[in-house]
């Protein structure tokens, strides 16, 4: 039976910091990135042709205001997701606001009582290319997958579905 859900989103709010940063023409150390790089919530997006120094050489080029050179699709991609956080902070904001408040106590209860887990995690990342990874009890979300309705900041998605609709069918999956 799962007791307990809980939201991670810490490695996103250290991207706040970064990308309001830039935004606002403030250096940020390389030493931050690689704070970030570092991130145990990272890993999911690392294999051969992206690690830890492609996301301290991607947030460093935004920063210092560079083109990307020498890059793999996965830096490219990596690299148009922030450039998009800082062309439109009011949207970044609003895709940030329902991460935060999030809550997903009434979730628990629609979980199956024989869940695998007792306790689960939905942690948000800045992603590439997934939607979502899931590790054991663990749900990893691309935060970049979030799309908020111009129209409508109340209506948020992932993949066409509400975004609490969303986490929870993911959730279903790993409790099973």
């Known amino acids: 039976m799962v007791k307990t859900i809980k939201t991670n989103f810490d490695t996103v709010e250290m991207m706040l910091f970064i990308w309001q940063s830039i935004a606002d023409r403030e250096k940020v150390v390389d030493s931050f990135f690689i704070d970030v790089a570092n991130k145990e919530d990272m890993k999911y997006l690392y294999d051969e042709e992206f690690n830890e120094e492609s996301v301290r050489k991607v947030l460093s080029a935004i920063s210092n205001r560079e083109m990307l050179n020498n890059s793999s699709k996965k830096e490219r991609k990596f690299w148009n ?3 998009w956080m800082l ?13 935060k408040t ?13 869940a695998k887990f007792e306790e689960l995690e939905v942690i948000f990342i800045p992603g590439h290319e997934a939607e979502y990874y899931v590790d054991g009890n663990k749900l990893i979300i691309n935060f970049f997958r979030i799309m908020v309705d111009p129209m409508d900041q109340t209506k948020v998605n992932i993949s066409g579905k509400p975004l609490k609709e969303y986490v929870e069918e993911r959730l279903m999956e790993i409790a099973k």
Do not use: A, C, F, Y
């Not at 062309?87 to 991460?99: A, I, K, Q, S, T």
């Not at 999030?102 to 024989?114: A, G, Q, R, S, Y």
């Open 87 to 99: 062309e439109d902070l009011e949207n970044m904001n609003n895709m940030v606001r329902p991460v």
């Open 102 to 114: 999030l809550n997903l106590d009434d979730v628990k209860e629609k979980l199956p009582k024989d």
């Open 81 to 83: 997701n922030h450039m």
